[in-house]
C-alpha cells in the first residue's frame, strides 16, 4: 500500500489506517454490542493486509478497545505503529469527561501504556480541545511525555487554526486528526492549507461518515441498529440528511461500479485525493470490512471521476438548503 510522511516526523504512515472506536463495545456513544474475537481478529488481519498504523483511544469502551489492542499486538510479530487519545475520562455511567490537567493527561498515558502492553506511545493526541482554557497546560504535559520517551510524536484531533496556533508556541504539533468526508467538508476551508503550510500531518477520520457512504444503509438498515448505537442520535442519520445521502448514494454507485470498486473504496480514496491528507482512519468490527476497504488505499481516483463527484455533492447541498 501507498505511504505517505506524517508531518514532522520519520513515520511513513500507509495511507489506510485501521481505526478502533466501534470494537470498544458500549459507552455513550458506542456502536452497540461487539463481539471482542471478530474485533482482535479485524486488527489482525489489517496488519496481514499491509497496514502499519492502527488509531486508537482510552475512551473507547472506557478502555476496552486499548485492552483489546493489546490482546492482539501479542499475537502478531508485526509492530505496527500505535496512535492513541487522551482527554476524555469517563463516569459510572460510562460518559465522557473531558480533562486537559496536566495530571489527568499524565496518568492517563500511563493507564494507556498499561492497556496496550507498550512502553512508547508512537502518536499521543489530545481528543478534544475542551475545556478551552486548559489547552496550554494539556499541550505542556504532552511535550514533557515526549521529552522523558513516553510517547514519541504528539498530535491533536478537532481543533481549529486560532487553537493550533496557541499549543504551537509551547511545542511543535505533529498532527490533526479532524472529520473529513465527502458530506462533511468543513476542513477544506482553511484547515488543510494551514496543516501543509506548518508541516502538520492530517489524519482524517469518518472518510465513510461512519459507516453512511458504504451504500449498505436504507431505511429498513438504519432500523436494525442496536437501540444503544449513538449514530441513531446523529444529524446524518435523520431527515432530510439520511435521505438526501441516499440519493447521493445511488447516484456514485456507478462511478465505483465503472471503475470495479465499492462505494466504501470510493469515499475513502475521495477523502486521499487531497495532496494534505496523510492518511484516512477507517473503522472496522470485522475482518471481512478492513478486507473490503483497505485496497483503497492503491485508488488513485481519476480526475473525471472527482469531478463528477463533486457535481453530485454540490447538487446534494442544494437540495438540502431549499
Not at 483489546?68 to 459510572?92: E, F, M, V, Y
Not at 465513510?208 to 451504500?215: A, F, H, S, V
Not at 446524518?236 to 438526501?244: I, K, V
Request: with cysteine.
Amino acid at each position: 500500500m501507498r505511504t505517505r510522511r506524517l508531518g514532522n516526523t520519520d513515520l511513513e504512515l500507509t495511507v489506510v489506517g485501521l481505526g478502533t472506536w466501534a470494537m470498544g463495545g458500549p459507552w455513550q456513544y458506542g456502536w452497540g454490542p461487539q463481539d471482542e474475537n471478530e474485533a482482535i481478529a479485524a486488527i489482525l488481519k489489517a496488519i496481514d493486509l499491509g497496514i502499519n498504523w492502527i488509531d486508537t483511544a482510552a475512551i473507547y469502551g472506557c478502555g476496552h478497545s486499548e485492552e483489546l489492542l493489546g490482546i492482539a499486538l501479542k499475537q502478531t510479530r508485526t509492530r505496527p505503529i500505535i496512535a492513541t487519545k487522551c482527554s476524555l475520562l469517563w463516569n459510572d455511567k460510562r460518559e465522557k469527561v473531558n480533562c486537559l490537567k496536566a495530571e489527568s493527561i499524565r496518568k492517563e498515558c500511563e493507564d494507556s501504556l498499561k492497556r496496550l502492553g507498550i512502553e512508547t506511545i508512537d502518536l499521543y493526541q489530545m481528543h478534544w480541545p475542551d475545556p478551552e482554557i486548559d489547552l496550554e497546560e494539556g499541550w505542556g504535559e504532552m511535550a514533557r511525555l515526549q521529552k522523558q520517551g513516553k510517547v514519541r510524536y504528539i498530535g491533536v484531533c478537532n481543533y481549529n487554526t486560532v487553537q493550533l496556533d496557541r499549543i504551537r508556541k509551547i511545542a511543535p504539533v505533529t498532527s490533526l486528526q479532524p472529520p473529513y468526508s465527502m458530506i462533511r467538508r468543513g476542513v477544506e476551508a482553511e484547515l488543510l492549507r494551514y496543516c501543509a503550510k506548518n508541516n502538520i500531518g492530517v489524519v482524517a477520520y469518518s472518510p465513510m461518515q461512519r459507516g453512511l457512504l458504504t451504500g449498505k444503509f436504507s431505511k429498513k438498515y438504519l432500523a436494525t441498529l442496536a437501540p444503544d448505537d449513538h449514530r441513531l442520535k446523529s444529524g446524518d442519520y435523520q431527515e432530510p440528511e439520511f435521505s438526501a445521502t441516499l440519493a447521493l448514494i445511488d447516484k456514485l454507485r456507478p462511478i465505483a461500479e465503472r471503475n470495479k470498486k465499492t462505494l466504501a473504496q470510493l469515499a475513502i480514496a475521495w477523502v486521499l485525493r487531497r495532496p494534505e491528507v496523510t492518511a484516512a482512519i477507517v473503522g472496522a468490527r470485522k475482518p471481512s470490512q478492513i478486507a473490503e476497504t483497505a485496497p483503497a488505499g492503491d485508488w488513485i481516483l481519476a480526475k473525471n471521476d472527482i469531478a463528477e463527484i463533486e457535481k453530485l455533492l454540490a447538487e446534494r447541498e442544494n437540495k438540502l438548503a431549499k
